[in-house]
């Protein structure tokens, strides 16, 4: 018989006995060179079809016995052979025929078993060592493509999360230009018009020169300081310098003001990716907060009003970076999920253990079994293109790394909240002591 099933390796040729053969036959035929290997010999029947086997054990307890093969040597083999032995067809897997083998067997091993073709025939011994040997094989051969297949997979969520990091960081840095942008707007027109008003107070104080020094000179004729005098009293008149002053002085406010803003922008900026910040530094996560905010300013000032509820917090160490990109990715998300105009409601408290987040919207909400997945890695609810779904799993799993736990709470048209919780490390080196 041709076959090409992993059990066809295993095969061995074992040229079978008959039930009529005795057992000192039998026991002569084990010693032999080529059946050392076996524990057992097969017994098959004048059609082929296998009756049984004869263990090399089952002949040692006959022959161990005083006169046992005189006794018995000469009886028929079948008297001692076991007629249930482990029988398996070669079309059966190698993890089936392995599942078969040792829910059957019994320790110690004293039997080999018995290889059939698909019409029952006699086809040959395996061994049971043999198939150990095989299934170690395919398991360290699996195995090998289980660890090539984890390393890829460890490379594509680094790049996965790479790609969502720049892909908020895009989302960021656009916020932040367009943010940038208002400011700038109005203080670039403020100077182009603090340069229009300006012009004509340099006309007037070059021709106020041109007078000073004619009077300042004996030789200064009465036609050079007529001219010298109109010239003057027309530069006054066009600048009217008395109508500037609230005009500049209002230009000058407004343009410092832009350029406040331009530099609370960049200090959120800066303290919002706080890379060099240690997870042993000790943080304000009101802090936090509020640079957040300042980041997230341009996603949620045409959807909500953010209120926030600020406690007074003792300072936790983490990675403030960290931190800040969960509430970012909290923040955007609750200003997406509002239909309109809503509320995104920030507060913070602590207690004894830990101190707690609390980032909640007025928006659409979440049914149950969105809610159930919302952590899930590529889990989301936006179009293709809009979000990679990996925003809460590294949110959640940032918070988990710090200790943590996030959790979420949401019904259908009344809002969801997420509660972040973060240990205090006094409270931990107490729990250590006790």
């Known amino acids: 018989m041709t076959t090409t099933s992993a059990l066809a390796r295993l095969l061995k040729p074992v040229l079978p006995l008959a039930p009529e053969m005795s057992i000192a036959d039998v026991a ?18 004048a059609a082929g079809y296998p009756l049984g086997l004869v ?11 005083r006169f046992g093969r005189d006794l018995r040597g000469r009886h028929p083999v079948h008297e001692v052979m ?44 395996g061994t049971v060592l043999d198939l150990l040997k095989a299934m170690e094989a395919r398991i360290a051969q699996r195995n090998a493509v289980l660890r090539r297949a984890l390393v890829d997979l460890k490379e594509s969520q680094v790049q996965l999360v790479q790609s ?11 916020g932040v230009a367009h943010e940038l942008n208002t400011p700038l707007g109005y203080v670039k027109n403020n100077v182009q018009l603090l340069r229009e ?19 300042a000179d004996p030789d200064c004729a009465e036609a050079r300081l007529a001219m010298a005098l109109d010239n003057a009293a ?50 304000d996560l009101n802090d936090c907060i509020r640079s957040a905010l300042v980041i997230a300013r341009n996603s949620i000032k045409d959807k909500a009003e953010a209120i926030l509820q600020l406690g007074e917090l003792p300072r936790i160490p983490c990675a403030p970076s960290q931190i800040n990109q969960v509430l970012l990715n909290l923040l955007t998300n609750a200003a997406q999920a509002i239909e309109g105009f809503g509320q995104i ?52 799993k940032i918070i988990q790394d710090h200790g943590g736990l996030i959790r979420v709470a949401s019904e259908p048209g009344r809002g969801t909240r997420f509660l972040i919780r973060l240990p205090r490390p006094q409270a931990a080196a107490l729990q250590r002591s006790a």
């Open 28 to 45: 002569d035929r084990l010693l032999t060179p080529e059946h050392k290997a076996f524990l057992s010999l097969p017994i098959v029947d």
């Open 55 to 65: 263990s090399r054990s089952a002949l040692q307890d006959i022959f161990m016995q």
């Open 82 to 125: 076991n007629p249930a032995p482990l029988i398996v067809s070669l079309d059966t897997s190698l993890e089936q025929a392995a599942k078969q083998i040792t829910g059957q067997l019994q320790y110690p091993i004293t039997e080999d078993f018995i290889l059939i073709d698909a019409q029952g025939q006699y086809r040959g011994l």
């Open 164 to 174: 969502e990091k720049m892909a908020s960081l895009g989302q960021m840095v656009a």
């Open 197 to 215: 008003l300006s012009a004509p107070l340099f006309e007037l104080a070059e021709a106020q020169a041109a007078l000073a020094d004619c009077l």
């Open 234 to 283: 027309k530069a006054r008149e066009q600048a009217a310098p008395e109508l500037l002053v609230e005009d500049l002085t209002q230009l000058f406010d407004d343009t410092l003001y832009g350029l406040q803003q331009i530099a609370e922008l960049v200090v959120g900026l800066k303290d919002f990716a706080r890379l060099d910040r240690a997870m042993s530094e000790e943080v």
């Open 345 to 396: 409601r920030v507060k913070t408290w602590a207690e004894d253990a830990a101190v707690f987040i609390s980032v909640q919207d007025s928006g659409r909400g979440m049914q149950a079994a969105v809610l159930a997945r919302i952590f899930d890695p590529f889990f989301t609810t936006k179009p293709v293109g809009q979000g990679t779904g990996l925003g809460l799993s590294i949110s959640f």
